[in-house]
């Protein structure tokens, strides 16, 4: 028999049968976040609502079927007490609102946050699956998914079947599917209904790749999380954040939530047991603050990193471009990996699983086997090779510290075959701009040619985005028209940077990596790098490898 596919294991995490909205009325309320009810337009006890029979909870009115319970949420382009009326109509059972909606003959309960109650009515409604299982949360700037696929090896090869939810890959059972969606962090009932179905689906333990976003819109609120991992904090996101105290702030409350409570009880269960841990990077400059939040919160910490008094220390690492060895140190002793990884970067990607193996109390040699066993990871350093004279490389980077390190392990590979980088990237409409001016300074500096395109516009002007990339390339010497172009469309900016390869050089395509969109002010368009890149190849007549 075939494995069954995703969307049929989420459909069958449904509940079968509804249940009293009392239970919901008192976990509300026990979280402090309810204020009130609302009955016809009128202040009603909420006890008097406790019989009504939910069946379902969705913020999304089109997805509203009978009993369900509709959360509106206001959000930074729709207000979801604005489609109240619409969710009554489709058969509402109840509605969680911050404002009571007066003119709506629906039962309403009012809260603090529709955010946190929408990710505790979740949980409620889906069982608490996180509680069934040993959960892993893996937040930073750069490299959550590298460690997230890796952290899934250990984790099996060391004897637990293991669930993920990142940004390139759904896991559930032994089911593993691409994530066709821009969002890396779901929304709270899908999130809950993923960990639901991994539960029936058999697995011990789940790899969630926790953004800042998912931590500050309550999304992860609900998870009995075991283990954290801090990859590294560095310029994202400020756009929504509003600061970088608020964005650090929020990957410092993943650290948080490791402290024991009625809501994240120690788990005793079966081999092993899931002792709260956190995992910092030990090189990173906030080191000191996310190990003395994660003692507050009394977990257990283990630092990785190539620091002096890092618990897991790299003492020597070496590349050849397609493979990575690295040498370390682990209270467990001092060993070896081999990774089937490019980028040095990937040495504290790797360390910090070694690190989480270590304070689970896994098998060293299993983790290591887990380790060595992945090949590689989709859009993140990925080659691609039609026999063209001049490298090609597709990769993730879409910050400045991802962009600085994926040209900086790039450049001594293009010295050494007697080239140079050509950096093709843009930067996000709608999300953080400081960043624009930097990535465009950071490539200039390193590539003899830049050239700046789209990454997803959104609805802001394109052109208006490259020019602010363009003006940080400026900076640092560029000169628009000889070392730096400004070309909107990415298949034509592909295309212009392969015509002006020559013999050689690396030719860095940035920021889109795995996607299989750009999000345009119309929506997502079908876009798959690595096809476009060998369908420009192929016009120049390049038709080998692949």
């Known amino acids: 028999m075939p494995e069954p596919m995703i969307a049929e294991l989420l459909a069958a995490a449904d509940p079968s049968r509804s249940r009293p909205l009392g239970e919901l009325i008192e976990r509300l309320t026990a979280e402090g976040l309810l204020r009130g ?25 089109r997805a509203v079927r009978p009993g369900s319970i509709f959360v509106a949420v206001s959000g930074a382009h729709v207000d979801g007490h604005e489609f109240v009326e619409r969710a009554a109509a489709a058969g509402a059972g109840v509605a969680i609102v911050e404002r009571p909606v007066p003119d709506v003959r629906l039962p309403q309960l009012v809260v603090d946050r529709s955010q946190a109650a929408l990710a505790t009515a979740a949980a409620w409604w889906f069982g608490d699956p996180s509680r069934e299982l040993g959960v892993v949360g893996i937040t930073g700037t750069d ?20 669930g993920l939810i990142g940004t390139v890959d ?40 926790t953004t800042s976003h998912g931590l500050a819109a309550e999304r992860v ?70 190990v003395g939040v994660a003692q507050e919160a009394g977990a257990g910490v283990v630092t990785y990193g190539t620091d002096a008094g890092a618990d897991v ?40 699983v070694v690190a989480l193996g270590e304070a689970l109390g896994l098998d060293p040699a299993a983790v290591r086997a ?25 990769d993730y980077a879409h910050t400045p510290s991802s962009l600085l390190a994926v040209l900086d392990i790039l450049a001594p590979v293009a010295a050494a075959r007697g ?72 298949p034509a900016a592909i295309e212009a940077a392969f015509e002006r390869a020559r013999a050689g050089d690396v030719v860095l395509l940035a920021g889109k990596g795995h ?18 890149a060998l369908d420009a190849l192929a016009r120049l007549g390049h038709v080998g490898g692949g």
């Open 221 to 290: 609120r609900g998870i009995a999380y075991d283990a954290a991992i801090l990859t590294n904090l560095t310029h994202e996101h400020l756009e929504f954040h509003g600061s970088w105290e608020a964005y650090r702030d929020a990957k410092l409350s993943l650290f948080e939530r490791l402290a024991v409570s009625d809501r994240n009880p120690l788990k005793t269960g079966p081999t092993p047991a899931w002792p709260k841990r956190a995992i910092v990077n030990a090189d990173d400059p906030n080191v000191g603050l996310f």
């Open 143 to 162: 490299g959550k998914t590298t460690t997230s696929f890796l952290a899934v090896a250990a984790l099996e090869s060391a004897g637990l079947s293991t």
């Open 313 to 352: 220390r790299a003492t020597h690492s070496e590349e050849d471009g397609r493979r990575l060895r690295v040498a370390y140190d682990a209270p467990s002793g001092s060993s070896r990996l081999e990774l089937r990884l490019a980028g040095r970067f990937n040495v504290h990607n790797a360390l910090a």
């Open 419 to 490: 080239g140079g980088l050509i950096a093709v990237f843009g930067s996000a409409g709608e999300r953080d701009t400081d960043k624009r001016p930097m990535m465009g300074r950071i490539a200039a500096e390193r590539a003899r040619l830049v050239v700046v395109t789209d990454e997803d516009p959104r609805g802001e002007d394109r052109e208006a985005i490259l020019d602010e990339i363009a003006r940080g390339a400026e900076t640092a010497g560029a000169r628009r028209g000889h070392d730096l172009l400004l070309v909107a469309d990415r």
């Open 170 to 209: 759904t896991k559930i059972g032994r089911t593993r599917e691409a994530n066709a969606e821009h969002t890396t962090t779901p929304s709270a009932p899908d999130l809950q209904r993923a960990l639901r179905a991994m539960v029936r689906s058999g697995n011990a333990a789940a790899v969630v790749e």
């Open 37 to 61: 009810a609302r009955d016809s337009g009128r202040p009603i006890g909420s006890a008097a609502l406790a019989s009504i029979e939910a069946g379902g909870i969705t913020e999304d009115s």
């Open 370 to 394: 887990g380790l060595e066993s992945v090949e590689g990871v989709p859009g993140r350093m990925e080659r691609v090779d039609a026999g063209q004279p001049f490298g090609v490389v597709i």
């Open 515 to 532: 996607e299989q969109s750009i999000i345009g002010p119309g929506g997502p368009v079908a876009y798959d790098e690595r096809k476009i």
